[in-house]
């Protein structure tokens, strides 16, 4: 049995914060209902992803850029491997990141996002669904804030401005030219803060415990589906785990059909240092805090071991 919490974010935050920093601490991820995020926008947005998808092949390709890591527009099926996987992940996807005003002085880590023409509405639906994600996330990171003793607003300076990214997943119906023994998602961890996941209803979706079992997390229609990253779980020196999951192929008539999600992954700022909070370091523990490094040092280390830089 997995006792992953499941919150409302309309409750006051004191009420829920340790049972979410339980979660986190244990399997890393929570469930969070009454999250704001309006679901009109959500079909809006669901619509708008399945249109992209469902284009020419070489219409999407036109927006995929060279060089950027996968950073915008489009990243095409047969690219992304999870760190240390011998094939490819089963899935194409879009990113969608912060737009800052030029001049700004993180301009030079965040490229312009870049919109498909083919689809109306797409620009205004995507960037509404971002700063709603934003919104829903900053409350989670209050939650937590909360469970280590720290004030509401402890996180808000680290990831205002933070290099985040929304990202349109589509994984197509497994055909017979599938690599053997690729999977949808190969067992991977996230790189960034905390990550908000949108669709995770649909069947698939595992986290491996601290036993080493894979369990199926699950998760209501309409729920978000929270997770710790890499980043969190440095800052809290692994008291907060960032916990390696994937997304299995299904079997029978759900292999057939596609699967589609919208992760958001919320970044810290490019600039933050990222160091071991000390009411996270025990004295005389066996193994040293990490050292301290930069959240863009610690993405572009990243993304080169995920094949993406």
């Not at 998808?53 to 950027?68: M, Q, S, T, W």
């Amino acid at each position: 049995m997995i006792d992953i919490a499941s919150v409302s974010l309309a409750q006051p935050l004191e009420t829920i914060a340790d049972e979410l920093g339980r979660s986190f601490g244990e399997y890393g991820f929570a469930v969070v209902r009454d999250h704001g995020i309006p679901q009109d926008l959500i079909d809006r947005a669901e619509a708008a992803s399945k249109a992209f998808f469902a284009l020419p092949e070489e219409v999407k390709r036109r927006y995929r850029i060279a060089g950027n890591g996968g950073a915008r527009g489009y990243t095409p099926f047969g690219t992304e491997k999870a760190k240390d996987a011998e094939v490819f992940d089963l899935k194409e996807f879009w990113h969608v990141g912060r737009t800052l005003p030029e001049g700004h002085p993180l301009a030079e880590y965040m490229p312009p996002n870049v919109w498909p023409a083919e689809v109306e509405g797409f620009r205004e639906t995507m960037s509404a669904l971002f700063d709603a994600f934003e919104t829903a996330g900053g409350r989670v990171l209050e939650a937590i804030a909360l469970h280590l003793g720290r004030p509401r607003d402890f996180f808000a300076a680290s990831v205002t401005d933070g290099n985040s990214v929304m990202r349109l997943l589509h994984y197509p119906p497994l055909g017979e030219s599938a690599p053997e023994g690729a999977v949808r998602a190969a067992g991977h961890e996230d790189i960034n803060t905390i990550t908000l996941l949108l669709g995770a209803e649909e069947a698939g979706l595992e986290l491996l415990t601290k036993q080493g079992k894979w369990l199926p997390i699950p998760a209501a229609e309409g729920a978000l589906v929270i997770n710790i990253g890499d980043m969190l779980d440095r800052q809290t020196n692994g008291r907060l785990r960032s916990t390696t999951h994937r997304v299995v192929n299904p079997r029978g008539d759900a292999a057939r059909r596609a699967r589609y999600s919208m992760p958001f992954f919320l970044h810290f700022r490019p600039d933050f240092l990222i160091e071991p909070l000390p009411e996270c370091i025990e004295e005389g523990a066996a193994n040293p805090p990490p050292p301290p490094i930069t959240a863009h040092d610690f993405l572009m280390q990243r993304l080169r071991e995920i094949n993406l830089a």
